[in-house]
């Protein structure tokens, strides 16, 4: 999915692009992507974009008159630039927003179809569609606390809330708790002042440095490699390779269709911590640390 650096980064590329200019057409790919009616999208046609900014991981086209369009990418939809009117896609392909200079091209990489646009009309209806979650560039550290210790959660549940904290989701919250050396299933009530003051740090660092990175990577283009398994991440997709700060195995937590990946010593004291679908079948066979881990699966 992509998170706040890849949304920021995709927003200045649009910005370059389509900021001042008439919105000319949204071409439909595919009727369900389209989540709202009113107004209807060819109201929106001639419309002048004003600016691009972003709602947690939402990217926002405030139209004139007071109108705008809202596409959430969810998972596995990513934009594209292409010349002026290309085809869209018929797998994959959701919608193309054109404009006199070129077409942006949505895409989905799944059958699930998850990504969205709305189109609203004001203000109200805008934020009627912002989950909540506090901008921890925004924050300072008793806003920080305050937000992740109202409810009683994991850590990791709580970074990637967007009701709690805005723009963080799987990928990004692994590198951020292993940043900070916290464990993915520690509970926000349960951490302590040092520990919050370590995973404030490492977020705001986290998120930072691959917004630089990501957009140094990207240049005056187009970022049309948008992933969350990034070249330098720590432990995000690293499964059984060495964590760069200890050498250890990084290990994964399944859960669904997702998976918690994590360094065991770094972020949980060298033990282990379960995983539902392999606990389940090894039972008291599971390994309960990083010695017991290297002796059976090493």
């Not at 910005?15 to 200019?21: D, E, S």
């Not at 921890?136 to 809330?161: C, N, P, Q, W």
């Not at 992933?227 to 059984?240: C, E, I, L, N, Q």
């Amino acid at each position: 999915m992509p998170e706040l650096p890849d949304i920021v980064v995709y927003i200045e590329a649009l910005t370059r692009r389509i900021a001042g200019v008439p919105l000319q057409a949204v071409r439909l790919g595919s009727p369900f992507v389209l989540r709202s009616v009113d107004p209807p999208l060819a109201a929106l046609h001639g419309h002048r974009v004003e600016r691009i900014t972003r709602m947690g991981k939402r990217i926002v086209l405030h139209l004139e008159s007071d109108d705008y369009l809202i596409v959430h990418l969810m998972i596995a939809g990513r934009l594209r630039w292409h010349p002026p009117g290309v085809p869209v896609p018929q797998k994959r392909g959701l919608a193309a927003f054109d404009f006199p200079d070129g077409s942006v091209l949505m895409t989905e990489a799944s059958t699930r179809q998850r990504a969205s646009i709305h189109a609203v009309h004001g203000a109200d209806r805008l934020a009627a569609l912002d989950p909540g979650g506090i901008e921890v560039l925004d924050t300072d550290l008793d806003g920080f606390v305050e937000a992740l210790t109202r409810e009683h959660h994991t850590i990791k549940r709580s970074l990637t809330d967007p009701h709690i904290v805005s723009g963080i989701g799987n990928a990004f919250s692994d590198e951020i708790l292993h940043a900070a050396r916290v464990s993915p299933l520690a509970l926000t009530s349960k951490l302590d002042p040092d520990a919050f003051e370590r995973l404030f740090r490492a977020t705001r660092e986290t998120l930072m440095t691959w917004t630089d990175k990501l957009r140094d990577a990207v240049g005056d283009g187009f970022p049309d490699k948008v992933t969350a398994f990034k070249d330098g991440m720590a432990v995000h997709g690293r499964y059984r390779r060495p964590c760069p700060v200890c050498g250890a195995p990084v290990q994964r937590i399944r859960y669904a269709a997702n998976e918690v990946n994590y360094c065991a010593g770094c972020q949980t004291g060298g033990r282990v911590l379960a995983d539902r679908a392999m606990s389940r079948l090894l039972k008291t066979d599971w390994p309960r640390s990083l010695d017991e881990w290297e002796t059976r699966f090493g």
